[in-house]
């Protein structure tokens, strides 16, 4: 039976141009392993898969070292190496067959990245890696084309080191996904961590280990906001000293106003909101309904009679004060509490009046 070493002897007469790359066998002893230089956080498990195959005497692919100056340090297998030490431990003689790395530190790096020899590299790994890389004075394009992966990947993964410690360890943990979490940091900033940690304990009071991505970041109704536009693509814009109004078709308005309040109450808690008008009981900007010719729920205009019995108002105000208790009942807010919101909000009108 003929093999390579035969096939390279009979290298002239076999018309190949077969060539040899060689590698060398070293004492596990004779190899050091440079602390926090490997890209990959050690798995005992993986470990003991690499001992039993020395063990067992199985083909186990070679670890690619470098010679320095405190003697020949593990670029790529360490797993390799800690599971030759236990094997070696265990009372067996190893030697590993080990190859040179020829190339620069980033390159080193690089080839961490894309060993195929290591297991899959976990996100927070791979991000530290694309760090050190660019600390290295790589662009992220040389990175993604050294590394064979996309721009955009390279970008995501840098981004999720600057996601903030809380979603990091939520990510360490396995409670949020990578993605998510760099989702999370982007779309809420700095209060992205409290906003998870909130959201994983509403996952988990119901049963869940992991707060997704849908959870996470729900998406108002599509319909319901083009259903919104659609209202208000006739709205007329009126600024005044006073005031800046949106002006709305009476028929429209109960509508519109119920779909500002489906969203407000959308929001989750913490996340940043546009200001409402619950901030204030009287503020310039409204969103009102034709003052000309208004028709409003009965129960808003009863309550209105009631509160404005004996005021006068102009009949702008009186929209305002009709919009203000609107909202409230749409709110499920008690009648009390709309009456004593309400009559303060009078009180500061006739006050400007």
């Not at 195959?53 to 020949?72: K, M, S």
């Not at 997704?212 to 319901?224: C, G, I, K, L």
Request: hydrophobic share 40%; glycine share 6%; proline share 4%.
């Amino acid at each position: 039976m003929s093999n390579l070493l035969q096939v390279y002897k009979n290298k002239e007469d076999s018309n190949t141009n077969i060539t040899v790359r060689k590698t060398y066998l070293l004492g596990v002893d004779e190899l050091y392993i440079e602390p926090g230089y490997n890209v990959r956080d050690i798995d005992p498990v993986h470990v003991e898969e690499f001992r039993d195959a020395y063990i067992a005497g199985e083909n186990v692919p070679p670890l690619t070292v470098q010679v320095t100056e405190q003697g020949v340090k593990v670029i790529d297998g360490h797993h390799r190496w800690h599971g030759a030490k236990l094997a070696q431990e265990a009372g067996h003689e190893i030697r590993l067959e080990c190859k040179d790395f020829v190339g620069n530190e980033a390159e080193r790096i690089a080839f961490m990245v894309t060993s195929s020899q290591g297991r899959p590299l976990e996100p927070l790994e791979r991000a530290a890696a694309y760090q050190r890389l660019k600390n290295q004075g790589w662009e992220p394009a040389e990175i993604a084309k050294k590394v064979k992966r996309s721009p955009s990947d390279i970008d995501q993964h840098l981004a999720l080191l600057a996601a903030g410690d809380e979603l990091i360890g939520m990510v360490k943990r396995n409670e949020v996904a990578a993605t998510t979490a760099v989702a999370l940091s982007r779309e809420h900033g700095t209060k992205a961590g409290t906003i998870a940690a909130q959201g994983l304990a509403k996952a988990k009071a119901s049963g869940k280990k992991k707060l997704t991505r849908t959870a996470a970041m729900p998406q108002f109704s599509a319909t319901r906001a083009r259903r919104l536009l659609e209202l208000l693509q006739k709205a007329e814009y009126v600024q005044s000293e006073d005031v800046n109004c949106l002006y709305i078709n009476d028929s429209v308005a109960f509508e519109v106003v119920a779909i500002l309040e489906e969203y407000r109450s959308f929001i989750p808690a913490g996340a940043s909101q546009p200001s409402t008008i619950a901030e204030s009981h009287y503020e310039k900007n409204m969103l009102l309904p034709n003052a000309g010719n208004a028709v409003w729920p009965a129960e808003v205009n009863q309550l209105c009679s009631q509160l404005l019995d004996g005021k006068e108002l102009s009949s702008e105000m009186v929209q305002k004060v009709k919009t203000e208790i609107n909202r409230k009942l749409l709110e499920k807010t008690s009648v009390e509490d709309i009456q004593l919101i309400v009559s303060e909000m009078v009180v500061s009108m006739e006050a400007q009046a």
